[in-house]
């Protein structure tokens, strides 16, 4: 049978005394499980305190990156706030010139967007970001309902502008009127009576005719019973007609403004005198021009 125990002997050096450390098999088997056992046990226990210490700096990065989000979250509320604050300004005013120009609502200013509401916008959760995406969709929805409610009253007042200016407005010469507009006797035969498309200004020739509106020049020539005469075309169905002119100053297809001089007052044509034969017209019918005058 096998010995079970285990000597272990020592001998200092320059000495003759033998030291002896007798041990059982199974002593040494648990020594050694036990020092198995605390070692592996404080192997975990350094390696649980390193990840402990691991996780808590990770911790600690993440709370300051949290908070940090959180205050970013709470500027970008604030200037949601003051965005939502100007638009609704800007459709306040928007109502204004639309109330000036007398265009109405665009269609889903009232149904879908509201653009009134205010009050104080608080930064969301860290785990719900909806409120505030919800906010910065009707922001956007509203912009883009503005911009489109800007374009159409940009539009209405450059239209406006632009039949304002094309619209006959004040006298094409100085002078004094001698024959209206309408049915009159004829200056050539007092026994004939025939309409007077447009009205006589007596001038001295030479007087400065000057255009009415803004439009092109659509004929510039000499023709029977105007004479020498200036057509101008100034859209929205509106044209001026200048006769017996002695002289013109424009070319067809030129772009006149009102105020513009067009030719100097004459006699030419059929004509008893010096005057400026002035008439309005609407999509090809005669108007008074005492109306625009």
């Given at each position: 049978?096998?010995?079970?125990?285990?000597?272990?002997?020592?001998?200092?050096?320059?000495?003759?005394?033998?030291?002896?450390?007798?041990?059982?098999?199974?002593?040494?088997?648990?020594?050694?499980?036990?020092?198995?056992?605390?070692?592996?046990?404080g192997s975990f226990l350094l390696f649980d305190y390193f990840r402990n210490n691991a996780d808590i700096s990770e911790l600690k990065r993440l709370q300051v990156q949290n908070?940090?989000?959180?205050?970013?979250?709470?500027?970008?509320?604030?200037?949601?706030?003051d965005v939502r604050k100007e638009m609704v300004i800007l459709a306040q005013n928007d109502a204004k010139m639309r109330a000036l120009a007398q265009i109405s609502h665009p269609t889903g200013t009232q149904e879908n967007i509201q653009v009134g509401i205010g009050g104080p916008v608080d930064a969301p959760p860290e785990s719900d970001m909806t409120n505030l995406q919800q906010q910065i969709d009707q922001i956007r929805a509203s912009i883009d309902l503005r911009r489109e409610s800007q374009e159409e009253v940009r539009g209405f007042l450059t239209e406006q502008s632009s039949l304002l200016s094309s619209k006959p407005s004040g006298w094409p010469?100085?002078?004094?009127?001698?024959?209206?507009?309408?049915?009159?006797?004829?200056?050539?035969?007092?026994?004939?009576?025939?309409?007077?498309?447009?009205?006589?200004?007596?001038?001295?020739?030479?007087?400065?005719?000057y255009a009415t509106a803004a439009g092109i020049v659509s004929q510039a020539h000499l023709e029977n019973g105007y004479g020498k005469v200036v057509i101008i075309d100034h859209g929205y169905g509106y044209k001026t007609i200048y006769g017996h002119n002695s002289k013109l100053m424009v070319k067809v297809g030129q772009r006149v403004k009102r105020g513009d001089l067009l030719a100097a007052s004459g006699n030419t044509g059929t004509s008893t005198g010096a005057h400026v034969h002035y008439e309005v017209r609407l999509n090809g019918v005669p108007i008074n021009p005492r109306k625009f005058i």
């Open positions: 049978m096998s010995n079970k125990n285990y000597t272990i002997l020592l001998i200092p050096e320059g000495s003759h005394k033998v030291r002896r450390y007798t041990f059982g098999r199974n002593w040494l088997y648990s020594v050694t499980t036990t020092l198995v056992i605390i070692f592996l046990l908070q940090l989000q959180q205050n970013e979250l709470r500027e970008y509320a604030n200037r949601l706030e010469a100085r002078g004094w009127l001698t024959s209206g507009f309408g049915i009159r006797q004829s200056p050539f035969n007092t026994a004939q009576r025939s309409m007077h498309e447009g009205i006589d200004i007596a001038a001295r020739i030479g007087t400065p005719v």
